[in-house]
């Protein structure tokens, strides 16, 4: 017996990765395209397509899985909104691509697909229950339960940056106040270091930015902190204790088997992780303590791309 | 064919349910005892088989499904610890149950038994996803994920109580701060009402307590609301939009298709729901607000018994 294929296809912002996968989530081919936003959604499929079919396994692929930022309907697989792909207003990508492929295709946005892909690259496909955080711009994370992608009733499950820390907390651009993303997520870790290093001034980071502190990333953050930087380890701690914060009461809830964190801000690794496990210790029941590996994935890059051929899979 | 049955036990505080339910989790014969907690745990189970087999059906009955409130094992059945039977210390209820019975049995904690039974009874088994709260001294929660019981990786999932809704609250039992049940637990509402009252006099308040605001419950505090006393609705409205503020949460993270609010507090209808939905509107994702129906049971006092009986059919 041969072995399954399926096409995978990760839509970001910057580049479409395509690859074709095998049944344990390891990418046999891989390929990308850069991801032409000025273009038509009709003329971005089929320049996917195009180059999907000039791999040598494309014809021996059975199901398709795509993972787009956004609001997508995971039923009828219609992207209603993506800001990645600023001209796709409600595109059918599920009944285009069917169409021009003839293949089955499965839609989904990318924290469920990124969770897919952290069940069978990092998790080797074993733990019943993963809870995969991405920490971007945004916080966002998918669901495994029982082995399976769960969506919820409107596919919107796993919204874990929207879920209140401090319901008197700043308001966060979804309507709700102290989200946990108005903590941890990018733009807003930026604005908290700034505000920090203003009054806590760090020489590392001043000559790493020429002291123009709007231009701190995670990435200087992080630089800074493993150079031994007191200021960015004491930025790193305050983030670390609010992600500690919002994961003890997911461990409450979904006492959950595996916690993968990727995305940007995960890059910061044990000055993120060493505050966040400390408050986890602190805040959550003992017993779903011991039961939750929390790990950073390895994987960060191909999360989308296996998770999407994997739903395909599902 | 005949209709396959199954023994439910519910073992309360002050009475032991027991009840031959079909698979469609209604109740066909019922009996219930008096929970003797000074009596060895021996004596107890030896008690509920004696009124058990003496039911008409018992000798149809497949499994036997059984809720106990506190520490249990999921897996082996054992209950490590009970507040209702203090007696009842690592008692391993399963193993001997079923060598005494011959009949598979299965245990677990009273949020779950409850959750399965809003599940039957309240929902007719019907919504994929469905969150049951208790809303008792202790706020728990049952999750019924793709029509099964979702109990985490340690048997803990669903202990909506203990995820913080604001990280600088007040310290919980449990060692987390500002817990759901910090605000919304039994207990808080009565310390709540009893500040609030004493700085907000209620003449139908200081009629029905004699002016001892120790004497409060969530009962006199909903007959109050009923006879319309504006602080007994204020404090209602506090306590609502805080179950708002946390169900708003499980919303955007579990999106499930249906809540189902039981325990004394729920008591409180619509003084309490009112609020509630309210805030979830204004916090929670549109799309998950609207997928979600939230009703409070009207089957309290059966959910744990049938509940444990259909345990038994999972």
Chains 1, 2 share one sequence.
Request: proline share 2%; charged share 25%; net charge positive.
């Amino acid at each position: 017996m041969s072995t399954q294929l399926y096409l995978g296809i990760d839509m970001g912002g910057t580049n479409i990765k395509i690859a074709v996968v095998n049944h344990k989530g390891e990418i046999i081919e891989e390929t990308s395209i850069k991801t032409e936003i000025k273009q038509s959604p009709m003329n971005v499929i089929q320049s996917v397509i195009k180059r999907a079919s000039a791999l040598k396994n494309y014809a021996k692929t059975k199901n398709t899985g795509i993972g787009v930022a956004g609001d997508i309907n995971c039923d009828n697989g219609v992207v209603r909104f993506s800001p990645n792909l600023p001209k796709w207003k409600n595109v059918k990508l599920k009944e285009i691509m069917e169409k021009l492929t003839g293949k089955k295709v499965i839609v989904d946005n990318d924290a469920n697909t990124a969770a897919i892909g952290a069940f069978w690259l990092d998790a080797k496909g074993k733990p019943d229950n993963l809870i995969c955080v991405t920490l971007g711009t945004g916080v966002g994370g998918g669901l495994i339960f029982n082995k399976k992608l769960y969506r919820g009733a409107s596919c919107t499950a796993g919204e874990i940056g929207h879920i209140t820390i401090d319901y008197n907390g700043r308001k966060c651009k979804c309507g709700n106040s102290g989200c946990s993303e108005t903590y941890i997520g990018a733009k807003y870790v930026s604005e908290y270091a700034k505000n920090y290093l203003n009054k806590h001034r760090s020489a590392i980071i001043d000559r790493m930015t020429g002291k123009n502190y709007s231009l701190i990333t995670p990435e200087i953050l992080h630089d800074a902190a493993v150079k031994g930087d007191n200021s960015a380890i004491e930025i790193w701690r305050y983030v670390g204790e609010k992600l500690g914060i919002i994961l003890a009461g997911v461990l409450n809830f979904a006492n959950p088997d595996m916690i993968i964190l990727c995305g940007g801000i995960s890059h910061a690794g044990k000055f993120l992780t060493g505050p966040a496990k400390k408050e986890i210790k602190e805040r959550a029941f003992k017993s779903a303590v011991k039961a939750c590996k929390i790990k950073i994935s390895r994987y960060t890059s191909k999360l989308g791309v296996v998770g999407a051929a994997m739903l395909a899979n599902q």
